[in-house]
């Protein structure tokens, strides 16, 4: 390889820049849903990668959950060529962001570095990540002009909510064909000394149970759907929840509580709608006629989807035989199947190899207990050499007080922009 001196001497200069550009990113807020400012950042990214010598094309992922006039699904490419044909190395990174929640200390979108840190929604999933990558691809392109194949940087819609504004569409289309792009890099908060190979599997899943409105002075002359939905969680605690405790994954998942099958009950509404805030008056007296429930189920690469779908239907149908009055509707509303890179792949053995250099210890392979785009690039791209690697510690995502820290971020800069001339230099 070639003298990277050089290149370790470029990455030192632009702490400054890493740092001003991470707070940018998270000060425009791409909250998704419902997918505010997506337009407003891809602008940016055309602004700051035009600047560097990329080609942009931004995108419009027309039709996909949740586009329209007032929300559109913006996406940029940028791509930058070599001197001579090699392969492509493509850094994604999604925009968007989730909802601010409670229990901030910080300004959400203020992007403020305090003690080393820089804190935002975002900060870490995975603003930073996208900034990092930017940082380090700069930095070779600087230092290593004359470089073989070439390198695309991608911010990209919708992971948050599945991902079908974004990534899917764009592999729909080709852009992550292994035609054009050999090596996938996902900048997702895993840790700088980590390479993830994939992820879990997921079925999300709306279940409703129904019931016969009545005075609530005499529910006996109707029947309260909301008690249908605890008999459904009852038998969820009881059998579905223990059974999924003692299976465990030979994926590599972290944290440890992700090795095994898990569920959440990620929402229930029963009854009458809740009220506006400013609303004074009390509930009116009815029994409800109907609870609904969302279900999200993270499944292992050892389950089949069937089986997953199998297990829960089985519980609502013997409801059905065995409880007066029980009926049900499900509803699937999205499954993605488990996706894992070989470690051997070239882009993981790769990230490895450069973070043996930088930090002096072998790197972790770990998989996500969450899934993100990388499910797109695998099923739907059909590019298996596609890993995610980026700064950030995943426990913090969607979290207050989000944030990540500067020193992560230049270190996972150095191994992103050494890989890059593992990967591309004669």
């Known amino acids: 390889m070639a003298d990277l001196s050089p290149l370790l001497v470029r990455i030192a200069d632009k702490r400054d820049d890493l740092i001003a550009l991470t707070q940018t990113l998270i000060r425009i807020p791409t909250l998704n849903p419902p997918g505010d400012n997506y337009r407003d950042i891809c602008e940016f990214l055309d602004r700051r990668l035009t600047a560097h010598g990329f080609t942009t094309e931004l995108i419009r992922a027309f ?45 959400p979108f203020g992007g403020a570095l305090v003690n080393g840190k820089i804190y935002g929604r975002g900060a870490c999933d995975m603003k930073g990540g996208l900034a990092t990558s930017i940082i380090a691809a700069e930095a070779f392109i600087e230092t290593f002009p004359d470089f073989s194949g070439a390198i695309e940087i991608s911010g990209t819609a919708d992971e948050e909510s599945g991902g ?102 990620n929402s229930i509404h029963g009854g009458q709608a809740e009220q506006a805030e400013d609303f004074t008056g009390l509930p009116a007296h009815c029994v409800p006629d109907s609870c609904r429930i969302v279900i999200d189920r ?22 059905k035989s065995t409880r007066t009055k029980f009926d049900y509707v499900l509803t699937e509303l999205n499954h993605v199947l488990p996706s894992m890179t070989d470690r051997t792949a070239p882009v993981a053995a790769t990230l490895a190899t450069q973070i043996q250099q930088v930090l002096g210890k ?36 969607h979290k207050p007080d989000e944030y990540i820290g500067v020193d992560d971020m230049m270190i996972s800069v150095e191994v992103m922009a050494r890989s890059l001339a593992q990967i591309l230099l004669p």
């Open 63 to 107: 039709g996909t959950p949740g586009d329209s006039d007032k929300y559109p699904r913006w996406n940029i490419i940028a791509r930058r060529d070599g001197t001579r044909a090699g392969d492509c190395v493509h850094f994604n990174s999604h925009t968007d962001v989730v909802e601010v929640g409670k229990g901030w200390t910080q300004d």
């Open 164 to 265: 079908y504004g974004g990534v899917a569409y764009l592999a729909e289309k080709g852009y992550f064909s292994p035609t054009r792009v050999q090596h996938v890099i996902i900048p997702e908060p895993l840790n700088k000394d980590r390479v993830c190979l994939g992820h879990r599997g997921g079925w999300w899943a709306e279940i409703e149970t129904f019931g016969e409105i009545a005075h609530g002075s005499m529910p006996f002359l109707g029947d309260c759907a909301v008690r249908h939905m605890g008999a459904v969680l009852d038998k969820f605690e009881t059998d579905l929840f223990p059974a999924m405790a003692q299976r465990r994954t030979d994926m590599p998942v972290v944290p440890e509580g992700a090795r095994q099958s898990t569920m959440n009950i």
């Open 298 to 319: 993270r499944f292992l690469d050892e389950e089949p989807l069937d089986q997953v779908r199998a297990e829960v239907t089985d519980i609502l149908n013997g409801l």
């Open 362 to 397: 072998p790197a972790e392979f770990v998989a996500s207990p969450g899934t993100y785009d990388q499910k797109h690039i695998d099923r739907i791209g059909t590019l298996k050499n596609c890993v995610a690697y980026g700064p950030g510690i995943l426990e913090l995502a």
